[in-house]
């Protein structure tokens, strides 16, 4: 009887060991068996993808054609452009004609007055400008001219690298001196009066300093009929 008991204590043992190698093999089995399923789903649906979105780029232009609805209904709103009235063209027509540029009265010149006030012109580009001695030094020293009469002054002796001074080299032709740049010959004016003296071919008017807008006015409405040139208006 010991024996029996032994050998069903060894029966036991062996069947312990081996159970626990079965489940191992069992698990390593299962292991490789669902990893490969999951490698073959994630292939399949990557090939897929690109085949569905190619097909779908034919439906953009669908989306495109909207615009040209829109471009029509703007069309349609264009009732504002209602035809003009012929009392509205009539108020516009006077506007225009008072914007039109009326050419200023011009001195009736012989060709030597032209050809000397062309001359003066040129001479007027290369004289200097004039100005007073030591005007740089002093801020209370003015630029008019003034004619340096120091006894020490060099600007008055001509010496080198000073200011010119007036000389009658600079001097215009005699036939245009004292003559406006349009060659009219000015004449002050202060009265409405002082207007009948002039003669419109050759001489101009300059209203006075001192004369008010009123009298300024009556002034304008007077040479108007008598077609003279104001200079300073």
Known sequence: MA???????????????????????????????????????TTTPKKATPKKTGVKKPEKPKAKAKPEKKEEKVEKPKKEDKPKKPEEEEKEEPEEEEEKYTVKQKPK?????????????????????????????????????????????????????????????????????????????EVTVNNVNDLEAIDPKIQAARIGSSVGTKKRIDIEKKAEELEVRILNM
Not at 12 to 35: L, R
Not at 151 to 165: A, C, E, Q
């Open 3 to 41: 024996e029996e008991d032994v050998k069903k204590e060894v029966v036991k043992k062996t069947k312990k060991t081996e159970e626990p190698e079965k489940e191992v093999k069992v698990k390593k089995e299962t292991k490789p068996q669902a990893k490969k399923p999951t490698a073959k789903k």
């Open 109 to 185: 010149l012989t060709k030597e007055q032209k050809e000397r006030l062309r001359l003066r012109k040129q001479i007027k580009k290369r004289t200097p400008e004039f100005l007073r001695e030591e005007w740089f030094r002093y801020k209370r020293i003015p630029h008019n001219w003034r004619r340096p009469d120091g006894i020490t002054s060099k600007m008055r002796i001509n010496l080198k690298y000073r200011p010119s001074k007036v000389r009658v080299g600079f001097r215009g032709p005699k036939e245009t001196r004292g003559l406006h740049p349009s060659g009219f010959e």
